[in-house]
C-alpha cells in the first residue's frame, strides 16, 4: 500500500509525506493490521482521488492571491528519495498548511463515506462524546469522524513519542486541520432543548480557517521537558522586557524555517513573472516590487440571463473590455 502515499505526495502537494522511514512491508502491515477497511476504501474507491482532488483545489482557491499559490512545481526539490522512502525536507509556513489541509481532506472524505454507507461496517457515528451526555438527544446520521481520525493518525504515520522536531510539527499541523462541529438548537437560542450530531462543516470552511492559521503561525524550536523526558515545541515570544517561552496551542500551525520569498524561479516554486493580479488589491505584493504589465482585452461573457419554462436559462453573450494584469518578468 506504499502507492497510496506515494499517490498523495506526487498528486497533491510539493511536501506531505512524514519524515519517518518505512518500508513497503513496514507501511503495509502497519496499515492492514490496524485499518483494513480505510485501506480498502482508498484502494478500490473514489476516496483517495476525492480527499486528494477536495484539497488540491481549496489549497489552490485559498492561495490563488498568493506569490506561492499551492502550484505542483518543485516537488521533487522538497522530497529526499531514498530505499524507497520519502523524507520531507524542509518545514515553511506553506507546509503546516499543506499537512493541515491534506489531513482535513482525507478525515473529510472517510467520515462521509462512513455515513453514506460506502464503507461496510462502517456506519453513521451513533455515539458522540459529548461533555453533559446526558442533556443532548441524538439525531440524524452524523459524520463518523472518529473513525476518520483514528485511521488518519495511522496513514499519516504520527508517532507517539518522538524526539524529533520535524515529526513532532508534522503532528502538530495534522491535528490542526481535524475540526468537529457539534450544533446546538433550542427555543430562543436558550439551548434548554437540544439535539446534537456530529458533522463536519463545508471543506470551503475549513479551507478559510486553516488559511487564517497559516496567516498567524507560529515559528517553533524544540526543548526537551525535565520533568517528563519528552520532546515539546516551544515558539519564544517577548513579553515587555523579558523573553519567555510560548507553547504553540494544538490548533496553531507551526513552522521550523522562513519560507523563501517565492518572487524567483527556483526549486521551491515556478516565481510570479506572468501571474495575474489585481491593480487594486495585490499586484504590489504578487510582483515583488517589479512591476506589471497592462493589457486591455475584449472578453465576451454570459449576460442577462433568464430562466425560461421548462426548465432552463437562457442567456445573451456580452463583451466588453477589461484591463488584466500581469508581473513582468
Not at 509525506?17 to 502497519?30: E, V, W, Y
Not at 453533559?132 to 481520525?149: F, P, T, V
Not at 486541520?177 to 457539534?182: A, D, E, H, Q, R
Request: aromatic fraction near 8%.
Amino acid at each position: 500500500y506504499f502507492w497510496i502515499i506515494i499517490t498523495i505526495c506526487y498528486t497533491l502537494t510539493d511536501a506531505l509525506c512524514p519524515n519517518d522511514d518505512r518500508t513497503d512491508s513496514k507501511l503495509s502491515h502497519k496499515l492492514t493490521a490496524k485499518e483494513p477497511l480505510a485501506v480498502i476504501y482508498l484502494k478500490q474507491s473514489e476516496g483517495l482521488r476525492d480527499a486528494i482532488r477536495l484539497s488540491a483545489i481549496e489549497c489552490q482557491y485559498q492561495f490563488r492571491t498568493e506569490r506561492w499559490n499551492c502550484s505542483l512545481e518543485g516537488r521533487s526539490s522538497l522530497l529526499n528519495h531514498h530505499n524507497n522512502s520519502l523524507r520531507l525536507i524542509h518545514r515553511f509556513k506553506e507546509t503546516a498548511f499543506l499537512f493541515a489541509i491534506s489531513s482535513a481532506g482525507l478525515t473529510h472524505s472517510l467520515a462521509r463515506a462512513c455515513s453514506s454507507g460506502r464503507m461496510e461496517r462502517c456506519t453513521c457515528d451513533e455515539s458522540p462524546d459529548l461533555q453533559n451526555r446526558e442533556a443532548w438527544q441524538w439525531g440524524g446520521c452524523g459524520d463518523n469522524l472518529k473513525y476518520s481520525i483514528k485511521f488518519l493518525k495511522h496513514f499519516l504515520g504520527q508517532r507517539k513519542a518522538s524526539k524529533d522536531l520535524r515529526a513532532r510539527v508534522d503532528m502538530h499541523n495534522t491535528n490542526a486541520g481535524l475540526k468537529t462541529t457539534c450544533k446546538c438548537h433550542g427555543v430562543s437560542g436558550s439551548c434548554a432543548v437540544r439535539t446534537c450530531w456530529k458533522q463536519l462543516s463545508s471543506f470551503h470552511e475549513t479551507g478559510h480557517l486553516l488559511k487564517l492559521k497559516y496567516e498567524a503561525a507560529v515559528k517553533v524550536h524544540s526543548v526537551t521537558n525535565d520533568a517528563t523526558g519528552e520532546t515539546e515545541l516551544i515558539s519564544p515570544k517577548r513579553h515587555s522586557y523579558t523573553l519567555k517561552n510560548h507553547v504553540p496551542r494544538t490548533t496553531d500551525l507551526v513552522y521550523i524555517e522562513d519560507s523563501p520569498s517565492f518572487c524567483r524561479p527556483s526549486k521551491y516554486s515556478p516565481g510570479t513573472a506572468g501571474r495575474t493580479c489585481s491593480k487594486e488589491t495585490n499586484c504590489e505584493s504578487m510582483c515583488c516590487g517589479q512591476g506589471y504589465n497592462t493589457q486591455s482585452l475584449l472578453v465576451t461573457k454570459a449576460c442577462h440571463c433568464q430562466v425560461q419554462w421548462c426548465c432552463y436559462v437562457e442567456c445573451q453573450q456580452c463583451s466588453q473590455r477589461e484591463e488584466i494584469y500581469t508581473c513582468k518578468h
